[in-house]
């Protein structure tokens, strides 16, 4: 293992987001090494961060593209105690988070596209992933929460398929930016947000995430295993469910991708 430039920012106090932090110069997916951490009994809070992916893994089996030296590509242990059910509102906490620590660096740039895309600009530039780990009853063990940030990829940094739709950081303000500091400010974000809902319910979260939604008000499709819905995003759910008006009346959309009409989908 490399020496850990973000060592300097281990809170060291265990419980705490980034109490420890294990990083890697090359792993396949941090989300893999968390799984093995995890595993062998790595406690809440405990942090994979690593400089380059081989196989970054997105949400719906896409891939996750992660150059070295540039971004940051980091898988949280978190240990809730939690139905099941309710972890993919574990990844809508962890979009405030996000877009709150980016408020540091991009100040009124930031907005969060349901379920777990952060913006930049109107294009992405992270996403976020909630893995949950069972036992064989179905006990929620605990969940491997990834989090990628386009830091300082330039323009020609980002795969040509993807040209229209991504940003950086970088690209969106013309400044390069530290990305220790930003895991700080992601981690100290997630902890605070994170005991929030712990004590008080998914609720308390809910108006801050409505706060940055960039699809309130907008026309979207969404697709789930080939179905698709149309209509005008009213906000989320107690739930964390997306709400739509539609020609029918209202929908709850529990999972899906969501196309928005004059934006990237
Ligand atoms: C998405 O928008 O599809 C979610 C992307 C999540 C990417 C992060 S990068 C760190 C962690 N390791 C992975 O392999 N994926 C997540």
Redesign the pocket.
């Known amino acids: 293992m490399a020496a850990n430039p973000y060592q300097s920012i281990e809170t060291g106090t265990p419980g705490r987001i980034g109490w420890r932090i294990h990083y890697f110069d090359e792993v396949g997916?941090?989300?893999k090494v968390a799984a093995e951490l995890a595993n062998d009994g790595a406690a809440h809070g405990t942090v994979v961060i690593a400089e380059r992916?081989s196989?970054?893994?997105?949400?719906?089996g896409?891939q996750?593209h992660?150059p070295p030296g540039l971004n940051l590509?980091?898988?949280i242990i978190l240990r809730p105690t939690m139905p099941l059910a309710e972890v993919p509102r574990l990844s809508l906490v962890a979009g405030v988070a996000a877009a709150e620590a980016l408020e540091s660096v991009a100040a009124g740039l930031v907005a969060l596209k349901w379920p777990?895309?952060v913006w930049l600009r109107g294009r992405?530039a992270g996403?976020?992933?909630a893995e949950a780990v069972t036992d064989p009853g179905q006990g929620l063990r605990c969940v491997l929460l990834?989090?990628?940030i386009n830091v300082n990829l330039a323009p020609d940094q980002i795969p040509e398929e993807l040209r229209d739709k991504a940003t950086s950081i970088r690209i969106a303000t013309g400044r390069q930016c530290d990305r220790i500091a930003l895991a700080a400010a992601l981690f100290n974000r997630l902890d605070s947000r994170y005991m929030e809902i712990q004590q008080h319910g998914f609720a308390v979260v809910r108006p801050r995430w409505e706060g940055y939604s960039a699809l309130t008000g907008k026309r979207v499709t969404v697709i789930d295993s080939g179905a698709r819905i149309t209509g005008t995003v009213r906000g989320i759910d107690a739930e964390g469910a997306l709400m739509l008006e539609t020609e029918s009346g209202p929908a709850r959309i529990m999972t899906g991708d969501v196309t928005v009409a004059g934006a990237y989908d």
Not at 55 to 60: D, I, K, L, N, V
């Open positions: 997916s941090t989300q992916q196989a970054g893994r997105g949400r719906m896409r996750w992660s590509y980091q898988t777990n895309d992405k996403g976020i992933i990834g989090i990628g």
